[in-house]
């Protein structure tokens, strides 16, 4: 079966160092996204794309970069983690654009903590 | 700008009762309406969308969504709750445009009493 996975589910680094968030799915779906939880913020969009080598910032985009150089996979990096960055990271994605292939499926996330 | 709006943060309901979950939206042109679960320490899972058609839209586990045009407005309900429903809720709208996003809601806790 298809699926969205994502690595590790559980990270602990300490703030300035450079971290990588792994996405990986096989619906082969062209559109990926990158989400924060925070309590009281619902999810915010970090960065998203829309296909290879597009990426494109989301409202919470600052301190984080993207890259997509595959369909399967979209990597978030932490420049140099930050503790405002302490958070539940979420990786999303959907099928195009057509009205009955919007819904985003999402991976199990990721629990990063910058200490 | 499209925006969808949760006004409960939490809604408590004993087992065997009705429940509805309110989502309240503006947007401009059509609505692309979704709702989605997540259970702790899991994904968000998607229940159900409303892109067109029947008001009445049937989802996952019992779940069902109706949308209002004139009160902006697609309420998540289910006839009988069950403890196992007890989970955090969000609807989302899709942003407006030539665009994939989606635009989440604060999210809405459902609790289900025994």
């Known amino acids: 079966d298809a699926e969205i996975t994502q690595s590790p589910r559980h990270k602990i680094t300490e703030t300035g160092r450079q971290v990588t968030l792994a996405c990986h799915q096989t619906w082969n779906h062209n559109n990926m996204f990158w989400y924060r939880q925070d309590l009281g913020h619902g999810l915010r969009l970090i960065h998203y794309?829309?296909?290879?080598?597009?990426?494109n910032k989301g409202e919470v985009s600052d301190g984080y970069s993207v890259s997509r150089s595959n369909t399967e996979d979209l990597p978030l990096t932490l420049e140099s983690a930050a503790s405002s960055q302490t958070s539940v990271y979420f990786c999303?994605?959907?099928?195009?654009?057509?009205?009955?292939?919007?819904?985003?499926?999402f991976g199990p996330g990721t629990r990063l903590t910058v200490t | 700008a499209q925006s969808v709006a949760q006004p409960e943060d939490q809604v408590n309901v004993a087992e065997g009762n009705p429940l509805t979950v309110k989502c309240t939206y503006s947007v401009s042109g059509n609505p692309y309406l979704f709702w989605y679960v997540q259970y702790p320490n899991r994904g968000l899972q998607f229940l159900l969308k409303y892109i067109t058609g029947d008001n009445l839209v049937k989802g996952s586990y019992g779940f069902e969504a109706e949308f209002n045009k004139s009160q902006t407005s697609f309420h998540l309900k289910k006839p009988s709750a069950l403890v196992s429903d007890s989970a955090l809720y969000f609807c989302?709208?899709?942003?407006?445009?030539?665009?994939?996003?989606?635009?989440f809601g604060t999210g809405t806790l459902l609790a289900v009493q025994p």
């Open positions: 989302a709208v899709k942003d407006g445009g030539a665009t994939n996003k989606l635009i």
């Open positions: 999303a994605s959907s099928a195009g654009t057509s009205g009955s292939r919007h819904e985003q499926y």
């Open positions: 794309s829309y296909g290879v080598q597009d990426t």
